[in-house]
């Protein structure tokens, strides 16, 4: 289809090509086809023909006028698509087809010649005889460009000539006759040809317009799309906003103008609940309708972003935006919070991440404001945090660490150190607790919890769990040795892990590949997993029936239910230090303990109490009847070779 258009568009600009030079051409005829004309008048008066002659040049003269009249009018239509093109198309070629006929009213004309000299009789006849084969062979010469127009003029007065030579009889006559219509065809071949060259080198000029407005075309097209794929390419395509790689090039641009900068990275709260209960359909209007907001709310000239998922930011080039940002995050997280259609009131809200500073790239940017996010999320929810000189601190040791993590894994700077759990309020030792440390060069001991978050930013999560687990292995394997079968090491899984890592198998082949028993092993996970059982039951069942017992830790700072806790098959239940601390003056906090006392004996899993680091709390434990304890009043996390002495001291003791 594309190249019978193409064929179609060259014919046209061909045709157009010829219908120029014959304008052209005949505008240049016509006043020497008149000069000859009035030659011919003055010849015919001169003869007595005067009144005849008088006739034949009005004629003439009016079918002239008319010719060039028609070579001076532009051309009807342009250049278009569809019905317009082809109108346009036959606009050209009917004013061939009047030029043409044009021509032969003009060349009948002069067919008439032999009005004026008797059929060519009378001795004005060689004078008429020169001006006839003068102007048809003039007509050739300026006609070439369309072969037909020349032809429909000449055919006439040669054909005339021929006539006339033919009637008058004669030996002379009828070769003169012959020699004419020789003449006539050599004419007629000639414009054919030179209407052929015309055709030809019109062609080769047209083909290459053609090909360089069709190159042009190709090239304005490909220069839209590539623009069409970069705008995909930096656009969210759900909310149109720009996406991360979008968001790095404004960055980029505003960082090179040096201007001070306010960043607000944002995380819709409850986002996850809504998006499982009520589906991806409403989840993906609730993010179209939240980037409609925060564009509504921003200052012009801010660039808002979604960063992936639930994520957003906000970019301000503004100095002045450090003492506005507070101001701003609290109009957002009041313009989200706002009920949207068929949710119930308060269930999307938003915490907000702030950063103001300039000379910064995306990375840091991100850092920084994901560090204030996480201050902000661990306040509670519609809360805001701006980035300051301890968050400075935290994101350059969480930069650090995520530096250095993998390098402290492949040379084991990465240890584990051991906390007694004793049961008889202190006096009997069952369990200990395996707690990750590392001992950074610059930042010191890293919180275990920091650790952790960090491996995952790194995509080192199940690097840093497969070398606990060797490590923790290990130490089984020693206590197994020297005959303590009645220890357990209780180790800690992340939520994370347990959900996206096959924790059941890799714990399950490392303890057969140094035939361990299973017995000696306490899983310790945290009340986020008891929220939604379904998703790890399957490795918690594999691995209780195993051996393998299952701890719920730091209790009570979550929302686990003790049916949840009866499905997951839980072995134990520690309640969190922050409900032991100080428990002697907390009279609701020993109510609470007292009450997971109660319903632990019908459920069937035991209590270990966290963070004792006083008598009076341990008498307080006792008094409450709960006997399994775990703290600094009792004894401190050890490295490995200290707490192996350790034990030796207190089974000895």
């Known amino acids: 289809m594309r190249v019978a258009m193409t064929a179609s568009a060259l014919n046209e600009a061909i045709v157009l090509d010829k219908l120029r030079a014959v304008r052209k051409t005949v505008a240049i005829s016509i006043p020497v086809n008149i000069l000859l004309g009035i030659a011919a008048l003055a010849v015919s008066i001169s003869a007595g023909k005067g009144q005849v002659g008088a006739l034949w040049f009005a004629f003439s ?77 003039g007509a050739v010469t300026h006609g070439f460009a369309y072969a037909l127009i020349p032809i429909s003029f000449i055919t006439p007065p ?175 997280i009041t313009a989200i919070g ?50 300051d000189e301890t968050l400075s601190r935290k994101a350059a040791m969480t930069r650090d660490i995520e530096r250095d993590l993998s390098a402290a894994l492949d040379e084991g700077a990465i240890v584990m150190w051991y906390q007694p759990i004793l049961s008889d309020c202190g006096t009997q030792l069952t369990t200990l607790e395996a707690l990750v440390r590392w001992n950074h060069p610059r930042h010191g001991f890293i919180p275990p919890m920091d650790l952790i978050a960090v491996s995952a930013l790194a ?70 997993i008891a929220i939604d059982p379904a998703a790890v039951r399957g490795k918690l069942s594999r691995l209780a029936d195993a051996g393998i017992r299952i701890a719920i830790d730091d209790f009570g700072t979550g929302y686990s239910s003790l049916s949840a806790l009866q499905t997951l098959k839980v072995d134990r239940v520690k309640i969190d230090k922050s409900f032991v601390r100080d428990l002697s003056a907390s009279p609701v906090h020993q109510a609470l303990i007292d009450a997971i006392m109660r319903v632990s004996q019908p459920f069937g899993f035991d209590v270990v109490a966290e963070g004792v680091e006083t008598q009076a709390d341990l008498d307080i434990l006792q008094k409450l009847g709960c006997t399994i304890v775990q703290g600094y009043h009792l004894a401190k996390p050890m490295p490995q070779d200290d707490a192996l002495a350790w034990i030796e001291r207190h089974h000895q003791g």
């Open 459 to 528: 995509g080192l999560s199940g690097e840093l769990l497969r070398h606990i687990l060797r490590q923790v292995a290990q130490m089984i394997g020693v206590l197994r040795a020297r005959g303590l079968h009645d220890i357990r090491i209780a180790m800690n899984v992340s939520p994370r892990d347990m959900t996206q890592m096959p924790v059941d198998t890799l714990v399950l082949d490392e303890l057969a590949a140094l035939d361990l028993p299973p017995e000696m092993l306490e899983l310790e996970i945290t009340e986020e």
């Open 61 to 137: 003269l009016t079918i002239n006028l008319v010719r060039l009249f028609f070579c001076r009018q532009p051309i009807q239509g342009d250049r278009a698509e569809g019905a317009a093109a082809r109108r346009w198309s036959r606009t050209v070629r009917h004013n061939l087809v009047l030029h043409c006929v044009l021509a032969f009213l003009s060349g009948f004309a002069w067919a008439l010649i032999p009005l004026l000299c008797e059929g060519y009789t009378t001795p004005e006849t060689i004078f008429y005889l020169t001006v006839v084969c003068g102007i048809t062979a």
């Open 158 to 332: 040669l054909v005339s000539v021929i006539g006339c030579l033919i009637y008058a009889g004669g030996y002379d006559r009828h070769w003169l006759a012959a020699t004419v219509l020789l003449y006539l065809l050599a004419l007629i071949r000639g414009a054919r040809v030179g209407e052929a060259l015309v055709t030809n080198e019109s062609r080769l000029k047209n083909e290459a317009t053609l090909l360089s407005r069709s190159l042009e075309t190709a090239n304005q097209r490909i220069t839209l799309f590539a623009r069409e794929m970069r705008e995909r390419a930096i656009h969210d395509e759900l909310t149109g906003l720009l996406n991360r790689r979008g968001f790095g090039e404004a960055v980029l641009a505003r960082t090179e103008l040096g201007t001070s900068q306010t960043l607000f990275l944002l995380d819709l709260d409850g986002f996850k609940t809504i998006n499982d209960a009520f589906g991806h359909k409403t989840g993906d209007m609730i993010l179209v309708e939240v980037a409609r907001r925060l564009t509504a709310n921003v200052p012009a000239g801010a660039v808002v972003a979604r960063l992936g998922g639930d994520e957003f930011a906000v970019l301000i080039a503004d100095p002045q935006a450090e003492n506005t940002g507070e101001a701003l995050a609290s109009a957002l």
């Open 338 to 387: 706002t009920p949207f259609p068929n949710l119930p009131a308060g269930r999307i809200g938003v915490s907000i991440g702030i950063y103001h500073g300039a000379d910064r790239g995306l990375d840091d940017l991100l850092v920084s404001a994901d560090v204030a996010l996480y201050a902000a999320k661990a306040a509670g929810r519609n809360r805001y945090y701006s980035f």
